[in-house]
C-alpha cells in the first residue's frame, strides 16, 4: 500500500480531533450546576474561616430543608477545654439485647435500608473464650437474650489515642479532636477506604450507597462533625455522640443500656465515674498489644 | 521568536504524522483496536453505574473492603515494576541485544502505571474530591500516609517512564544521538524508583498491625521477587509479539529473550522460597495469625472458595520455575511461552486476590465473609486492561517504525521535496499540453 502523503484533509481531521479531545473537559465542568461546582471547591473544615464554616452551614441546613422537610440544627461546636472522653464496658452485666446498636442509628441519622450501617457491633462469644474473636456470632437471633451459656461483647470505635485510621488516611480527612474524639470530614473524604483496612476494631463503616432514612426518623440536632445525615460513597463512624457529649448529655449508647452496662465521662475530671472505675475494677482494653491507646476501657464486677 | 516558531511547527508536524500513523493500518491492527475500544465502552457504561448507585453494586462490603480492582491495581504496579528488569542490564552492563527492546518496556512499564491509577481510581467512592490527594492543591497527608508516598511514587515513576523513551524515540525520529548527560540521570534514577514503587505498595499492605497477614516484614521482598517474575514474562511474549507484527525488522534477538528468561528463573526461585519461609514460620508457630493462611489455603470454617485458585497458582508457579531453570526448556520458544503463561496468570492469582482477599477474611472481629467480585467489578476490570492495552498498542503503532527507521523527519522531508518535484514536473508537462 503506498503511504498517502500529508493531505489538508488530513490536517483538518488531526486539528479537529484535537480540538475536540481538548474541549471536552470545560464543556464538561461547565455542565455542573452551581451548588455541585460549589460542592467540590469546599475546603477542608480545619482550613474554613468562621465567615466560611458559617456559609457552609446555612447552605447545608437550606439542603437538608429541602430534601427532608425538617429545620436542621448543625452545630459546630468546638472540644470543651479540660476534657478527654473515655468509656466503660462492664461485660458482666451486658445482656446483648441491643438497643444500643438501634439507640445509635437513630441517634446518628445512620442508613436505615440495604444497607443498614451500625456503629456498634455485638459479638455473641461462647462462654470460656474472649480474645480469639474467630468464634464469635455478629448475627446471633435468638428469642430471648441473654442466652445461657454465651457472653456479649459489644464493640464500636475506640477512640484510640495513636488511632491507625488517622495515620493511614492519605487526605488528613479524619483526625483526633483535643477531647479525644476521632471525627471524619464527611465531605473531605474520598473514599479510598484505607482506614477501614487500618482499624483494628472495625469501628469505621462505609456508604456503600446513598444513605436512607425515614423523614420521620431524622435526628435534626446534629453536629457537623458528627450525626448529621451523610452522603454516599464516604466513610464514618461512632463519635461518642460528639453532638451530645460536648453539651453535657450521654451518649445514646449509654442513655439506651437497660442494665447499666455502659459507662462515660471525662478521663482528665479525678472525680468522674470513668476514673473511679479505671481506678478501682479490673478494666482492660481491647487488642492492647497493637499500641493504639484505646480510650474504651471493658472492666468486669469485682 | 523566530526559532519559537520553528520550534512550533516541528512540535505541531510530529504530533500531526503521529495522529495520522496511528489512525491507519491494517484489517487485524483495526479490529484489535476496535475490539479494545468495545471493551473500554462496556467496562465504562459499567462504571458509570457504579458512580450512579456508589460502590454498593459490586460485591465489596465493610468486611472485604477492597476487592479485584485493588487485587489487580497490585499486581500491575509490580509489572511495571520490572521494567527496571530491562534497564539494569542494558544500561549498566551495556548489554547489547537487550537495549534495544528498553525502550519498548520502558513503554510498557508506562502502561502498566496508567492500568494501575486507573484501578485505584474506579476504587475510589469520590473520584470528584481525587484532587485532595494532590500535593500543594490539596491536603495530602505526606509522609504518614503511605498511600500519599504511594500517590508521589508512581506518578514520579509513569513521568520517568514516559520522558525516557519519548526523548529517545523523538531524537531516533530526528536521527540525532540523544544527550547522554541529560537523559542518563533519568534513566539511572528509574532503577531506584522501580524498586520503590513495589516497596511502597508493599508498605502499603505491611504496615497495618490489625492486618496480620499483611503485617509481615517478609511481604516487601516477596512483592519485589514475584514482580521479577510476572512483569519479565509479560515483556517475553509482547516482544515476541511485536517482532511479528513489525515483519521482523524489528531486532529482538532470541537470545534478549532467553536473557530475560534466566532472570525470570532466579525471581521465581526467591519467590518461592520467601513463600515458604513465611509459611514455616506461620505453621510451625501456628498462632492465632494462622487464620489467613488457613482461609487461603485450607479453608476457615467450611470456607474455601480460594483454595482452589491458590493451589492452581502454586502448581502454575512451581511448573513454570522447572521450566526457566532447565536450559533446554527455557531455550525452546513453546515451552518458554508456555512458562510465560503459567508464570502470569499465577502470580496474578498469587498477587493479586490471593493477597489481598485473605487480608480480610476473617475481618478484625472475626467475621468470615467469602467475597467473589461480581459481573460489574469484572467488566470494569476488563474495561481498564483493555485502555492500557489500547495505549501500549498506539504507543507501539509510533514507537516501532521509529525505532526500525520508517518513520522519522529525514523520510518525510523526502517525501515532500519528492511530492514537490512530480508537482513540478507535471505542471511542466500539462502546460505543455494545448
Not at chain 1, 472522653?85 to 445509635?104: F, H, N, P
Not at chain 2, 519485589?224 to 531486532?251: E, W
Request: net charge positive; hydrophobic share 45%; charged share 20%.
Amino acid at each position: 500500500m503506498r503511504e498517502k502523503d500529508y493531505t489538508r484533509r488530513e490536517f483538518m481531521r488531526n486539528l479537529s480531533l484535537t480540538a475536540l479531545g481538548s474541549l471536552s473537559l470545560p464543556i464538561f465542568f461547565s455542565a455542573c450546576s452551581k451548588q455541585e461546582k460549589e460542592d467540590f471547591l469546599q475546603k477542608h473544615f480545619k482550613e474554613m474561616s468562621e465567615e466560611e464554616k458559617r456559609h457552609v452551614i446555612a447552605k447545608l441546613e437550606q439542603r437538608y430543608l429541602e430534601q427532608y422537610g425538617k429545620k436542621f440544627h448543625i452545630s459546630t461546636q468546638e472540644a470543651v477545654p479540660g476534657t478527654l472522653w473515655g468509656y466503660g464496658l462492664e461485660l458482666s452485666k451486658c445482656i446483648g439485647c441491643r438497643r444500643c446498636v438501634y439507640a445509635c442509628v437513630k441517634e446518628n441519622n445512620n442508613s436505615r435500608v440495604s444497607p443498614q450501617l451500625h456503629w456498634i457491633r455485638v459479638l455473641r462469644l461462647k462462654r470460656g473464650n474472649l480474645i480469639n474473636l474467630e468464634d464469635s456470632e455478629h448475627y446471633y437471633d435468638p428469642e430471648m437474650v441473654p442466652e445461657k451459656g454465651y457472653v456479649y461483647l459489644p464493640v464500636q470505635c475506640q477512640q484510640c489515642e495513636d488511632p491507625p485510621c488517622v495515620k493511614v488516611c492519605p487526605v488528613h480527612a479524619t483526625w483526633k479532636e483535643p477531647d479525644g474524639i476521632v471525627v471524619v470530614d464527611y465531605n473531605w473524604c474520598i473514599g479510598c477506604r484505607y482506614c477501614i483496612a487500618a482499624c483494628p476494631y472495625k469501628g469505621r463503616v462505609f456508604n456503600w450507597a446513598e444513605p436512607n432514612i425515614p423523614k420521620e426518623e431524622l435526628n435534626p440536632s446534629v453536629h457537623y462533625l458528627g450525626n448529621r445525615p451523610r452522603m454516599k460513597s464516604t466513610v464514618d463512624k461512632c463519635t461518642f455522640c460528639i453532638q451530645r457529649v460536648r453539651s453535657g448529655r450521654y451518649p445514646a449508647c449509654v442513655e439506651a443500656c437497660p442494665t447499666g452496662t455502659r459507662k462515660f465521662g471525662n478521663l482528665l475530671d479525678p472525680k468522674s465515674e470513668i476514673r473511679y472505675l479505671i481506678e478501682n475494677k479490673r478494666v482492660f482494653r481491647l487488642k492492647e498489644d497493637l499500641g493504639t491507646e484505646p480510650k474504651f476501657y471493658y472492666f468486669f464486677e469485682s | 521568536m523566530e526559532k519559537f516558531r520553528q520550534t512550533l511547527k516541528e512540535t505541531w508536524h510530529f504530533y500531526s504524522r503521529t495522529l495520522t500513523l496511528v489512525t491507519q493500518g491494517s484489517k487485524i491492527y483495526y479490529a484489535w483496536c476496535l475490539t479494545l475500544l468495545l471493551f473500554i465502552i462496556v467496562g465504562f457504561i459499567f462504571y458509570l453505574k457504579q458512580h450512579e448507585a456508589g460502590l454498593i453494586v459490586t460485591n465489596m462490603n465493610d468486611q472485604v473492603s477492597w476487592g479485584l480492582y485493588i487485587a489487580n491495581f497490585t499486581y500491575l504496579v509490580g509489572a511495571a515494576a520490572a521494567a527496571v528488569l530491562l534497564v539494569i542490564p542494558s544500561y549498566v552492563y551495556h548489554f547489547k541485544p537487550i537495549k534495544e527492546i528498553v525502550v519498548l518496556g520502558e513503554l510498557f512499564a508506562a502502561s502498566s502505571i496508567v492500568m494501575a491509577i486507573l484501578f485505584v481510581m474506579v476504587d475510589l467512592g469520590r473520584l470528584d474530591r481525587f484532587w485532595h490527594m494532590l500535593p500543594f492543591i490539596g491536603k495530602m497527608n505526606f509522609p504518614q500516609s503511605l498511600l500519599a508516598w504511594d500517590v508521589l511514587a508512581l506518578n514520579g515513576y509513569l513521568f520517568l517512564n514516559l520522558l525516557i523513551p519519548v526523548y529517545l524515540l523523538v531524537k531516533f525520529y530526528y536521527r540525532k544521538g540523544p544527550n547522554w548527560k541529560f537523559i542518563l540521570p533519568f534513566i539511572l534514577a528509574s532503577i531506584p524508583m522501580a524498586v520503590a514503587i513495589h516497596t511502597v505498595t508493599a508498605f502499603l499492605y505491611n504496615g497495618l498491625p490489625a492486618r496480620p497477614f499483611w503485617n509481615a516484614s517478609i511481604l516487601a521482598p516477596r512483592f519485589l521477587a514475584s514482580a521479577f517474575c510476572s512483569g519479565p514474562a509479560i515483556i517475553i511474549i509482547i516482544f515476541q509479539i511485536i517482532r511479528k507484527v513489525s515483519s521482523y525488522t524489528i531486532a529482538i534477538e532470541d537470545e534478549a529473550l532467553f536473557k530475560i528468561s534466566e532472570l525470570i528463573a532466579y525471581a521465581m526461585f526467591l519467590n518461592l522460597f520467601l513463600l515458604s519461609a513465611e509459611l514455616f514460620k506461620e505453621y510451625y508457630s501456628h498462632t492465632v495469625h494462622i487464620a489467613s493462611f488457613k482461609y487461603l489455603f485450607e479453608g476457615l470454617h467450611g470456607h474455601n472458595q480460594l483454595v482452589p485458585w491458590i493451589w492452581t497458582a502454586m502448581a502454575m508457579n512451581v511448573i513454570a520455575f522447572f521450566i526457566f531453570l532447565v536450559p533446554s526448556t527455557r531455550k525452546r520458544l513453546t515451552t518458554l511461552n508456555l512458562g510465560c503463561l503459567l508464570i502470569i496468570v499465577g502470580v496474578w492469582i498469587e498477587k493479586g486476590p490471593g493477597f489481598v482477599i485473605p487480608g480480610f477474611v476473617p475481618d478484625p472481629l472475626g467475621e468470615i465473609y467469602e467475597y467473589i467480585p461480581n459481573l460489574l467489578e469484572l467488566m470494569v476490570s476488563f474495561g481498564i486492561w483493555a485502555v492500557g492495552l489500547l495505549i501500549f498498542t498506539l504507543l507501539m503503532k509510533v514507537a516501532i517504525p521509529i525505532e526500525t527507521g520508517e518513520f522519522s523527519h529525514v523520510a518525510y522531508v523526502e517525501r515532500a521535496t519528492r511530492f514537490e518535484e512530480e508537482r513540478e514536473a507535471w505542471k511542466i508537462s500539462s502546460s505543455g499540453k494545448p
